[in-house]
T-cell receptor, first 115, second 113 residues
Framework: AQTVTQSQPEMSVQEAETVTLSCTYDTSESDYYLFWYKQPPSRQMILVIRQEAYKQQNATENRFSVNFQKAAKSFSLKISDSQLGDAAMYFC????????????FGKGTRLHILP | DVKVTQSSRYLVKRTGEKVFLECVQDMDHENMFWYRQDPGLGLRLIYFSYDVKMKEKGDIPEGYSVSREKKERFSLILESASTNQTSMYLCASIITGGNQPQHFGDGTRLSIL
């Protein structure tokens, strides 16, 4: 069975600095998708960034980028130039290529931005 | 843009009551999910539906049932609410296959007294 592990329950970063959130996963599947979601306090969970396992190039969305290491089964999220609005719970998620119900979430990392 | 609407943001019910949580999506997604979110435990899947009238148990289905009579609507039912079902409930939908992410509702914070 697939698992997703976020080893940092909570992190803090100074405004304008860079922070990296860790995510590791375990799977025997060769094709899959990985996602980072953001859940601000009392607000809706939204997609931050996605990565297809077959792509070697790391995904980037503005200040957000990932370091995808398929062999190591690692999928970390880097936030550059942190802003107060980045404060949220971040979830790493795995979606199976083969089964639509196989979507596994990590337990989340709460990110605090220090002004 | 996909919209997933949950009927209530906050709900307070009493032990033993039958509770209905409603979720509607407007993008014709085949797949819909109900999750429970608790601090330190992340999102845990309660039930999944891949089509009208089709459902599969998730990781924690005990004490819950679901109904999907129409493609756009997925209801979560607490048959006899208990205090340990106090939690945040999230509904999500996703299109079949591909790299598309799930779309989530705003969540329902349910308190059972």
């Amino acid at each position: 069975a697939q698992t997703v592990t976020q080893s940092q329950p909570e992190m803090s970063v100074q405004e304008a600095e860079t922070v990296t959130l860790s995510c590791t996963y375990d799977t025997s599947e060769s094709d899959y998708y990985l996602f980072w979601y953001k859940q601000p306090p009392s607000r809706q969970m939204i997609l931050v960034i996605r990565q297809e396992a077959y792509k070697q190039q790391n995904a980037t969305e503005n200040r957000f980028s990932v370091n995808f290491q398929k062999a190591a089964k690692s999928f970390s999220l880097k936030i550059s130039d942190s802003q107060l609005g980045d404060a949220a719970m971040y979830f790493c998620a795995y979606r199976s290529y083969y089964r639509d119900d196989k979507i596994i979430f990590g337990k989340g990392t709460r990110l605090h931005i220090l002004p | 843009d996909v919209k997933v609407t949950q009927s209530s943001r906050y709900l307070v019910k009493r032990t033993g009551e039958k509770v209905f949580l409603e979720c509607v999506q407007d993008m014709d997604h085949e797949n819909m999910f109900w999750y429970r979110q608790d601090p330190g435990l992340g999102l845990r899947l309660i039930y999944f539906s891949y089509d009208v009238k089709m459902k599969e148990k998730g990781d924690i289905p005990e004490g819950y049932s679901v109904s999907r009579e129409k493609k756009e609507r997925f209801s979560l039912i607490l048959e006899s609410a208990s205090t340990n079902q106090t939690s945040m409930y999230l509904c999500a939908s996703i299109i079949t296959g591909g790299n598309q992410p799930q779309h989530f509702g705003d969540g329902t914070r349910l308190s059972i007294l």
